[in-house]
């Protein structure tokens, strides 16, 4: 799940070091892209697709018979304190090729209740256990755990029902809008987060590098795939972008289990033997910040070889350091 929806009131800078080294890069990104990158105003970027998605949820999402399936599916993505993160990079990672957002906005919203129903079933007793989510009740804590389950149940087929009948047939083809379902389908499935999930029920430490990519890489790498598809990308860019999403998602939650060890979050005993599955549970934090670093450079790398787009490819490289810098919170400025 891309980029947790825990944000904190004054985001900590993390200071990732420099001087480890990075193993994953052998490109060297331009410091004019870096530099521009920071130039780029992300936060009214981000604020400003957040407004737009926002509206077109609403719409979506409309309360009919049974009215608490409905209510229980609004309550978990119409939620205050939601970044939109998947939909967000889906629209940026589209726009990257010149296609207008319009072509994006129908997937967008798709992947938000896609990712809105993995934490609600993330969150049941059976699962992790989590009671409350960015600061309010869960799901299953308002609506009870069958409840629940239904509302995660139909929010995945709604999200492709809403691809299909609202994706504008005059900016993105047939063959596209195909892909992009398949995408979805692959992500969420059995070889994608249902499997980081499985794996992180287990308890296995010596998989948590392939927990973390499940559970926190596949909605970021389906989120800029997704928008690949819908502007046409070609394959070797597809790939790109894959690697690129995959990266920052996991990127954000080293961070967070940096920031948290760091601020000595107090944590029950539950999500203390859930960091066990994390980078700094089982490197500590000096190796995951080498981690996080290598994983910067990396999605940097990834995008150099869109330099070809101009500045279309700035919103991409600016969610890089947000990942890593937290330089603003998205959910104070809405």
């Known amino acids: 799940m891309v980029f947790s929806s825990a944000v904190l009131a004054n985001p900590p800078c993390v200071c990732l070091p420099r001087k480890f080294p990075v193993r994953c890069s052998s490109l060297p990104v331009s410091a004019a892209s870096q530099?521009?990158?920071?130039?780029?105003?992300?936060?009214?970027?981000?604020?400003?697709?957040?407004?737009?998605i926002d509206q077109n949820l609403e719409k979506a999402i409309t309360v009919k018979y049974p009215e608490q399936i409905y209510e229980s599916m609004r309550y978990s993505v119409l939620?205050?304190?939601?970044?939109?993160?998947?939909?967000?990079?889906?629209?940026?990672?589209?726009?990257?090729?010149?296609v207008n957002r319009i072509a994006a906005f129908p997937t967008a919203c798709a992947l938000e209740m896609v990712h809105a129903a993995s934490l609600i079933h993330d969150d049941l007793p059976c699962m992790d256990d989590d009671p409350s989510r960015r600061g309010q009740p869960s799901n299953h804590t308002v609506y009870g755990v069958d409840i629940a389950i239904l509302a995660g149940d139909a929010l995945f087929p709604l999200g492709f029902q809403h691809i299909v009948s609202h994706t504008p047939p005059h900016l993105v083809p047939e063959p596209c809008v195909l892909r992009v379902i398949a995408e979805i389908a692959r992500a969420v499935g059995s070889t994608g987060m249902a499997a980081g999930q499985f794996l992180d029920l287990e308890g296995e430490p010596n998989l948590v590098e392939f927990v973390q990519e499940k559970k926190f890489g596949e909605m970021s790498e389906c989120s800029a795939v997704c928008g690949g598809f819908l502007a046409g990308a070609e394959d070797d860019e597809i790939q790109s972008l894959r690697r690129y999403g995959r990266a920052v998602g996991v990127l954000y939650q080293v961070v967070d289990d940096i920031l948290e060890a760091k601020a000595q979050t107090?944590?029950?005993?539950?999500?203390?033997?859930k960091k066990g599955k994390s980078y700094v549970a089982f490197y500590g934090v000096e190796k995951a910040m080498e981690v996080a670093e290598e994983l910067r450079a990396k999605a940097k790398e990834e995008l150099?070889?869109?330099?070809?787009?101009?500045?279309?490819?700035?919103?991409l490289y600016s969610f890089i350091d947000y990942a890593a810098d937290r330089e603003f919170s998205v959910v104070d400025s809405r």
């Open 35 to 52: 530099l521009r990158s920071t130039q780029f105003d992300l936060k009214t970027y981000w604020t400003t697709l957040i407004a737009e």
């Open 79 to 98: 939620a205050k304190g939601t970044k939109r993160a998947p939909p967000v990079m889906c629209v940026a990672a589209c726009e990257l090729f010149g």
């Open 266 to 273: 107090p944590r029950d005993e539950e999500k203390k033997k």
């Open 304 to 315: 150099d070889r869109f330099k070809k787009y101009g500045d279309s490819v700035l919103p």
